[in-house]
């Protein structure tokens, strides 16, 4: 249950958009970085991971999992190339994944909100994302979403906050 919760919020935080009708946000090609800010509610109870485990992980991934077994907030930080073709195809600053339904409620250069439904084995989340460009070197934006899975509703709420870093994105796809 514990992977099944962490790839949910993976995919919730990076399915920012792929509806055909939206128009691409007006931001800068090039090396970008990402913050995802998500808490959860109504989480199952994860089993305790042994202290021995805990100490074996990365510093980044032990205090995430600490947090995600506390139910506090959680950050993560990732760069991304912005291409122009991410742009025309509506996949910059996402990875699009999983079956999911996405309704346009707004769509201009600067702003984009959207409605979303994804289906999974046994669990579907509703959620409403809404992304914002402050100039084109920072886009800004909340998601929140309740997914039902085995007769348990969680409800997540993200914050993102994107900074354009330069033209060259080196070594990042």
Same mark, same amino acid.
């Given at each position: 249950?514990?992977?099944?919760?962490?790839?949910?919020?993976?995919?919730?935080?990076?399915?920012?958009?792929?509806a055909d009708n939206i128009t691409p946000l007006n931001?800068?090609?090039?090396?970008?970085?990402?913050?995802?800010?998500?808490?959860?509610?109504?989480?199952?109870?994860?089993?305790?991971?042994?202290?021995?485990?805990?100490?074996?992980?990365?510093?980044?991934?032990?205090?995430?999992?600490?947090?995600?077994?506390? @139910?506090?907030?959680?950050?993560?930080?990732?760069?991304?190339?912005?291409?122009?073709?991410?742009?025309?195809?509506?996949?910059?600053?996402?990875?699009?994944? @999983?079956?999911?339904?996405?309704?346009?409620?707004?769509?201009?250069?600067?702003?984009?909100?959207?409605?979303?439904?994804?289906?999974?084995?046994?669990?579907?989340?509703?959620?409403?994302?809404?992304?914002?460009?402050?100039?084109?070197?920072?886009?800004?934006?909340?998601?929140?979403?309740?997914?039902?899975?085995?007769?348990?509703?969680?409800?997540?709420?993200?914050?993102?906050?994107?900074?354009?870093? @330069?033209?060259?994105?080196?070594?990042?796809?």
């Open positions: 249950m514990a992977k099944f919760l962490l790839a949910l919020v993976i995919f919730s935080a990076l399915t920012l958009w792929a931001v800068k090609e090039g090396l970008w970085e990402m913050t995802v800010t998500h808490s959860m509610s109504g989480m199952p109870a994860m089993p305790d991971i042994p202290p021995d485990v805990l100490a074996k992980m990365p510093p980044e991934q032990r205090a995430r999992m600490e947090a995600m077994m506390k @139910g506090g907030p959680s950050t993560d930080v990732r760069k991304e190339c912005i291409t122009k073709e991410k742009i025309e195809k509506n996949s910059a600053f996402s990875n699009n994944r @999983g079956d999911c339904t996405r309704t346009v409620v707004n769509s201009t250069g600067s702003k984009l909100e959207v409605k979303i439904h994804c289906e999974e084995k046994q669990a579907s989340t509703d959620g409403t994302l809404v992304l914002e460009t402050a100039g084109s070197d920072h886009v800004k934006g909340t998601m929140q979403s309740a997914t039902n899975a085995n007769g348990h509703t969680m409800n997540m709420n993200f914050t993102f906050s994107s900074k354009y870093l @330069g033209p060259a994105c080196g070594d990042v796809k």
